[in-house]
């Protein structure tokens, strides 16, 4: 895996940059925005995916670690691509995507080219609970730490409830329960299959 790439570089066109490094030149595939940053015979850091096809090895750039972390958590969402990912994160920052999947609002993926109405209600329904709360956001003494929570919903799915269920059942149980509680993967793993118990298979799919 290239995980990072840090030479020199020899082209940049309006969607990719060539980079040097020990005299192997890499074609990276990057946003706008870092693209027309990138200067010809001056340095550039980037962190990178790559992504292996049967028919082609594709790197795909960020200037920051986090765009690149949920650039491989987009490729995770169905009917996301690598081509639709990067367009995502070129139209919308880190921040800005974790409030839209925050406030359950598929309209700016929607906006986004590549990107149809299915599978921008997929991207908030998907991410949900996997994303770091967006920094404008105050802090809540009501709900689960996001990694925390994103344990738990991995867990619930794993079990047969749909994404979208679990979801909402951590939500729930996150406004109930106690900061200890909250705070704990089992405690609240338990607390959510305590709620859901009850309409078990109601509840599922």
Do not use: N
């Amino acid at each position: 895996m290239i995980s990072s790439l840090h030479g020199t570089v020899l082209h940049a066109a309006a969607d990719s940059v060539q980079v040097v490094v020990g005299g192997v030149g890499f074609t990276v595939a990057v946003t706008p925005d870092v693209a027309r940053a990138a200067r010809v015979g001056e340095q550039l850091q980037l962190h990178t995916t790559l992504i292996v096809r049967e028919d082609a090895l594709s790197l795909y750039g960020f200037a920051e670690r986090a765009e690149c972390a949920l650039f491989q958590i987009l490729l995770g969402v169905t009917g996301v691509g690598p081509k639709s990912a990067l367009g995502v994160l070129a139209a919308m920052s880190v921040d800005q995507i974790a409030q839209a999947v925050a406030d359950d609002d598929d309209a700016p993926f929607r906006r986004v080219s590549g990107i149809g109405p299915k599978t921008a209600k997929l991207i908030v329904v998907q991410l949900a609970g996997k994303l770091a709360p967006p920094a404008s956001a105050p802090a809540s003494t009501a709900s689960a730490p996001t990694a925390i929570a994103g344990q738990v919903v991995t867990a619930l799915v794993g079990l047969g409830w749909s994404e979208r269920v679990a979801v909402d059942a951590v939500q729930t149980i996150a406004a109930e329960a106690s900061e200890s509680d909250r705070a704990q993967v089992p405690a609240l793993l338990r607390l959510a299959l305590a709620y859901l118990g009850p309409a078990r298979e109601a509840a599922r799919g």
